[in-house]
């Protein structure tokens, strides 16, 4: 996902800027970056179907094997 800040028109009212601290927790970011507008956009989807000898895995092999898939 990545944030992205909507397109401002030039008859739309003016939207202030966004000034993050570096001492600001996460929160306090993520709380200021929506007040002025931007959103989370999902960039992509990964999808993958196992084979049949990859469904009989425990849970976590086909978690770390999706893991090391996508990157």
Partial sequence: ????RRTCYDDEPYRPQLK???KD???QQHVQRRG???SLKTLGYFSKYFDA???RW???DKEASTVLLAC
């Fill in 25 to 27: 927790s996460f929160l």
């Fill in 53 to 55: 000898t990859a469904r």
């Fill in 20 to 22: 993050l601290d570096g």
């Fill in 36 to 38: 002025v507008g931007y």
């Fill in 58 to 60: 425990a849970s976590f």
């Fill in 1 to 4: 996902m990545q944030w992205q």
